[in-house]
């Protein structure tokens, strides 16, 4: 099944992230399996709130789901009492309760056709049985793999206690989240390779995919420039060995850990190319007020710098690539806010990433726009 998609980007399910997710074409939602651990919508106190708007922004399609357990045991609240700040906490937690094999977890699996779901590995008591289960419901089954279970070789363990599973399984997702991915680790690449070539001595039949973002952190007081797309390099190295065994992900265009900084966030514009993440800053003056009306001035400065550049496409036809177009133009409901500039750069970047082997010039994407 993992076979019938070109792309697993990993989103947060935040408004940004699955707002982009859901202005792509129809088609092209088809062809990705958005990886998304499940948390809160944004202050909600259920988690009925978070599957409610899964469901509104994928249209009922499939996605790889796991649970956010930074969310659940990193939030400040939970870390300075103990308790949880609210009950949408406490649901998650109790899907993260090991007994009978994560008899939650697989319960909630069972009642989402829709659920690709993640196999749960923080206690490995009752593997085999969870295991058994979710693969019962043939959907597939994904195993994630943090750096540091790379680098412990637990996930080399996992597997050896699922070997009389897993081993001529075509319906398993291998998935490696690495976090921040650089030059430094393409250029290490045959390293990963070699820990994918261990699973699969395993896992013969699986499927693999490598995750993180190389999306700076800082932009190093430039005012414009651009940064390579350090995922897609490494895909590119780990295909000569993997072939069609392994499929792209990344973190969409997102950074590794979104942190809160200081000060005033600077009006900035972000256009995703294929190869690229290409920006454009625009500061405020010591004599300008952070008012809405500068703010808004900012942003079409910003945007109008960026359709003047040689690396604009003009036809790609999508929805973050008009919202560039109606910022430049001062129209309203354009790019005002960091919020939606994050919506429109993953928009951009999750329809390249999909149509990356793809001429896109004047592609119709066959859906009809709505402001």
Known sequence: MFSAFKYIPRLALSPSEMGAYYELPDSDKSRLLPYVPLRGWVASKELKNSFDKIKEFSGGRKI???????????????????????????QLDELLNPDAGYENWCSLVAEHEWIVPVLQIRDLSNVLAQYEVLAGFGRGVVIRFSLADVESRSYVEVLDRLLPMIKEDERILLFFDFGRISSKVVDNHEVIERYLLDAKNIAS?????VSGSSFPDQFGGREAGSNTIHERRLFSKLSVTFGNHIIYSDYASSRFKESGGGGIPIPRIDYPTKNDWFFKRERYAESEAVIVDNKKKKYIEAAKYVVSQDYWVSDLNIWGERMIMMTSAGEEFAIYNPAKATSVRVNIHLYNQIHFTDDLSGRDTDDDWED
């Open 205 to 209: 039949k699986a499927y693999f995919s």
């Open 64 to 90: 790889i789901l796991d649970v956010d357990y930074d969310y659940i045991y990193e939030n400040k609240d939970y870390l300075i009492t103990g308790e949880f700040p609210r009950e949408v906490f406490r």
